[in-house]
C-alpha cells in the first residue's frame, strides 16, 4: 500500500519560521498533486496549499506571500516552508497526494497529521 509520514511540527512564537515534510512511500507508480491542509477542532479542514507533478502551485488566500510549497520528485516528498507565522496558523497540518499505485488505480492519501502551533 501507501504510506505519507510529515514530519516538522512544533511549537513557534509568532513571526517565526517552520518547515514541514511529508515523504509518501509504497506501491508508487507516480504522484500527482502533492499538497498541504490544516484543521482546527471543530472546523472544516481547509487546503493550504498544493503543488502539481509539473510545479504548478496554487496557495490560500490567508498564506500567500508567507507560506512555500515545493517538491522533490525524485524522493516523493512536499515540503512546506512556514514564515511569519501567525497565532491563527496554528492546526493541525496534513499532507495530501493523488497517486498512481502499481495496482493501477489512482486515489488520495493522507498522512497522520503534525500540530503547528504558533503561541508565545
Known amino acids: 500500500q501507501v504510506q505519507l509520514v510529515e514530519s516538522g511540527g512544533g511549537l513557534v512564537q509568532p513571526g517565526g519560521s517552520l518547515r514541514l515534510s511529508c515523504a509518501a512511500s509504497g506501491s508508487i507508480r507516480s504522484v500527482n498533486a502533492m499538497g498541504w491542509y490544516r484543521q482546527v477542532l471543530g472546523k472544516q479542514r481547509e487546503l493550504v496549499a498544493v503543488i502539481t507533478s509539473g510545479g504548478t502551485t496554487n496557495y490560500a488566500d490567508s498564506v500567500k506571500g508567507r507560506f512555500t510549497v515545493s517538491r522533490d520528485n525524485a524522493k516523493n516528498t512536499v515540503y512546506l516552508q512556514m514564515n511569519s507565522l501567525k497565532p491563527e496558523d496554528t492546526a493541525v497540518y496534513y499532507c495530501?497526494?493523488?497517486?498512481?499505485?502499481?495496482?493501477?488505480?489512482?486515489?488520495?492519501?493522507w498522512g497522520k497529521g503534525t500540530l503547528v502551533t504558533v503561541s508565545s
Open positions: 495530501n497526494a493523488n497517486i498512481y499505485t502499481y495496482f493501477n488505480f489512482v486515489r488520495d492519501y
